[in-house]
């Protein structure tokens, strides 16, 4: 190790005694894919060095291979194996399991990066991302609602209020006016003191996002001047801004942190001004009860007018950051809730809490918001791909609308659930005294909403069991290619079976889109029926007591059926959060998750999981660049599923000097089978198209049985030239000379133990032509960083 710090302290080889390498060395950067690796299995050695990086993310070499360029004789055979380990930067520490939290966060910003591949249409595409911000801001204020609707309208206005409840729970004595008459037991100050539960939240999502901020964000991409040769114009994934979002996020950051800290000043608010506004109420706290509502306006005013400012620059590298904005708008946002805890805090004699809390319509009003978005971003997202239909794309086009709804209905499961086991914990269904439930419960529109889930997962149970019994009888239908592929081995049922099952289940990756768009679907219908239910004012078995029996009974059986099983996802999903937080091998599980779902940037919510892609792909750039300028070698960079995803937006982000010098060897990738579907205007067939003509050379692997990876399908014939023929696997069908035991079905790991991987590697390194290697201390005509500030082991 510290040879290694040594050679990163002096610049790698450009330190004094050191021979300059020559232009014949070659290199492979190893990129590893989902649910990480370490070093020593990448690099297949025990013994491995650290060459630069830091506990997060490193490039790492085997200890015989640290000085590999400057002692050229002791070289084995092929390229010096490099590997670039990121995996810490999605399951790091125990802190990743509260990003369960942000699970609908992250999704909704998935949606943002999924719109169509379009001709032109700059206000179209503008509107689109408009739509998709405007969706996540109402996530925020459906969150901290829920977080309001628990602490506020649950314990201290239900539940503080009645002498039923606080005398179950005794804890809550201090605030009810039936059991102690003290100075906390009026309305408004039990309100003002619940209000620091959602306050506090709002806070905790504001300190994540600028702690990642910090971190990923800030990291600075290689500034370059574009050759005169570069076009930036094909892929957005090509300009220098693109990974550089750090002015967007702590805008939208400013903007969320005030909507919550509104949210929560009009839960409080709302019900102290109600009040007020009686016959017979002080006329000054009327009249400030009108100006705090009139202020809660402008601020919402505010926070949707820097929502609906233009969202990225990605032409350049956007170094500005508005700190008056940042600053002041949750301020002015937390002044207000000041403001608004003392006013609701103000005596006022005679006043006692009854029922729900007012403002029950603001969920309401959340989910009928959602709908509408949903529904204009969904006919937006049409017009833009009728401008270059691509029916390789995921439903049409819709594939960014039907993801919005699936974080729409992942936020109202989350609020819901939380709300109806609070409510059931509180346990309100006595009747004091004969005049009336003592415990109104959660808003009868979660209980719609509840009940509506048994409907959808009826619809998702027949779905699947349709895709199953595809995936049966195109099994049955693989048998003979299978026997085909293997002509000269003896025939095993039982192999021959397996080998096929497993073609079978890897095709079922592509009917994914089906199944988000029934989903999606029944979703925004069901919710649209929940929210005409929740009209009457009544739950599903209330409204339909005068109805024939079975429908009755069917309505009851939904609504407990329901709140069981959204209690239910809300014990597993804290239960999975609590076993992340102490289990790696779980954390490493949700890192998975966080893998895919975080590579693009935080362009829509910015309190979602930070994205990783920010600081792995300028490192990778980087890497490459200094490698290449320093010794004028050969670089071929070989990522593995996620990590040829890495690979392709490095590349994309080197000057074409440079990648006339580098090639890609891409295996289990998911470039065109997933991201080329989901994401057509970054990773369509016009931009992997140009990845293929930017780089010098590229090769794909890919297995039938790789549920992942695929081919990468360009047209003409620019496919082979990309697509190696699928890999056999396994290996060998029965017992060999070279396999006396019987080889496994690999799907989507061991590439690299196919000859064929070497093979092509081989074929690369072949193709490419070493360059000259830069003078020692001097910058490159490029715009590209000297090799000392690059930090070469070459």
Not at 198 to 204: E, Q, R
């Amino acid at each position: 190790m510290e040879r290694a710090q040594e050679r990163a302290s002096t610049g790698g080889t450009d330190r004094p005694g050191t021979d300059r390498p020559g232009t014949g060395a070659a290199l492979e950067l190893l990129v590893h894919g989902v649910g990480g690796t370490t070093p020593q299995e990448m690099l297949n050695d025990p013994r491995t060095e650290r060459i630069t990086g830091d506990d997060i993310a490193a490039v790492f070499r085997r200890a015989d291979d640290v000085d590999a360029e400057s002692r050229p004789e002791r070289r084995r055979d092929g390229p010096v194996p490099e590997a670039y380990v990121w995996c810490n930067l999605t399951s790091g520490n125990g802190t990743r399991a509260l990003w369960l939290l942000l699970l609908p966060f992250m999704v909704v910003n998935l949606a943002h990066w999924m719109r169509p591949a379009s001709g032109g249409r700059r206000r179209t595409i503008r509107l689109y991302g408009l739509l998709v911000r405007l969706t996540a801001l109402t996530l925020t204020v459906l969150l901290v609602a829920a977080a309001c609707e628990v602490a506020l309208d649950l314990v201290a206005w239900q539940c503080a209020g009645t002498r039923a409840c606080a005398d179950r729970h005794s804890w809550l004595g201090f605030l009810s006016p039936t059991v102690s008459d003290g100075w906390w037991s009026h309305p408004g100050r039990r309100l003002a003191l619940a209000a620091l539960v959602p306050a506090a939240l709002t806070g905790l999502l504001w300190y994540l996002s600028l702690r990642t901020w910090s971190a990923y964000e800030s990291q600075q991409p290689m500034a370059r001047v574009p050759e005169p040769d570069e076009d930036t114009g094909r892929t957005a994934l090509s300009r220098p801004g693109f990974w550089y979002g750090r002015r967007l996020v702590a805008r939208l950051r400013a903007a969320h942190t005030a909507a919550g800290l509104l949210t929560v000043a009009a839960a409080v608010g709302t019900a102290a001004a109600r009040h007020d506004q009686e016959p017979g109420g002080p006329v000054v706290l009327e009249i400030l009860g009108l100006l705090l509502e009139t202020a809660l306006v402008a601020g919402a005013l505010a926070v949707v007018w820097v929502v609906c400012r233009r969202g990225r620059t990605e032409n350049r590298l956007d170094r500005e950051l508005d700190k008056h904005l940042v600053r002041l708008l949750p301020l002015a946002a937390l002044a207000l809730l000041a403001l608004t805890l003392v006013y609701a805090g103000w005596d006022r004699p005679g006043w006692e809490s009854s029922g729900r809390l007012p403002g029950d319509a603001a969920f309401g009003g959340i989910a009928l918001a959602q709908g509408l978005l949903v529904v204009v971003l969904a006919v937006v997202a049409h017009l833009l791909y009728r401008t270059r239909p691509d029916p390789r794309a995921v439903l049409r086009g819709l594939g960014g609308p039907a993801v919005a709804m699936l974080a729409c209905a992942l936020g109202g499961v989350m609020s819901g659930g939380v709300a109806q086991r609070v409510s059931d914990w509180l346990d309100g269904t006595g009747l004091p005294d004969g005049t009336g439930p003592a415990f109104a419960g959660p808003p009868v529109l979660l209980t719609w909403q509840a009940s509506v889930i048994p409907l959808l997962l009826l619809v998702l149970l027949v779905l699947c069991g349709r895709l199953v019994r595809r995936a049966w009888r195109l099994a049955r239908a693989e048998r003979a290619a299978v026997e085909r592929d293997y002509p000269d081995e003896a025939g095993d049922p039982g192999r021959t079976r397996r080998i096929a099952s497993a073609r079978a289940m890897a095709t079922l990756t592509d009917r994914t889109p089906l199944l988000v768009g029934v989903t999606s679907a029944a979703t925004l219908l069901l919710g649209a029926a929940a929210l005409l239910g929740a009209l009457t004012d009544k739950t599903p078995g209330q409204a339909t007591e005068h109805a024939p029996a079975l429908v009755h009974g069917a309505a009851e059986t939904a609504e407990a059926l329901g709140s069981w099983l959204i209690g239910l996802g809300f014990l597993l999903f804290v239960t999975w959060g609590r076993r992340a937080y102490k289990d790696a091998s779980a954390r490493r599980t949700i890192g998975i998750l966080w893998d895919v779902g975080t590579f693009w940037p935080r362009a829509a919510h910015p309190f979602a999981p930070p994205c990783y892609a920010e600081r792995a792909v300028p490192d990778l750039t980087w890497r490459v660049a200094t490698w290449t300028r320093v010794t004028g070698g050969r670089l071929v960079i070989s990522g593995h599923s996620q990590g040829s995803v890495l690979a392709a937006a490095a590349a994309w982000q080197l000057t074409p000097s440079t990648r006339r010098r580098v090639a890609l060897l891409t295996y289990g990738s998911p470039l065109e089978r997933l991201y080329g579907r989901w994401f057509p205007a970054h990773f369509g067939p016009a931009a992997l198209a140009s990845l293929h003509q930017d780089v010098d050379c590229w090769r794909n692997l890919y297995r039938l049985t790789d549920p992942i990876g695929g081919p990468v399908r360009l047209s003409g014939g620019c496919g082979p030239e990309v697509d190696h023929a699928p890999l056999k696997d396994p290996l060998a069908y029965g017992r060999t000379e070279l396999h006396p035991l019987p080889s496994p079905i690999l799907g989507h790991s061991g590439y690299q133990a196919d000859p064929a991987f070497a093979e092509e590697r081989r074929r690369l390194l072949a193709r490419l032509r070493p360059g000259v290697p830069a003078p020692r201390h001097t910058g490159s005509g490029d715009g590209e960083p000297q090799g000392s500030s690059g930090r070469s082991s070459a």
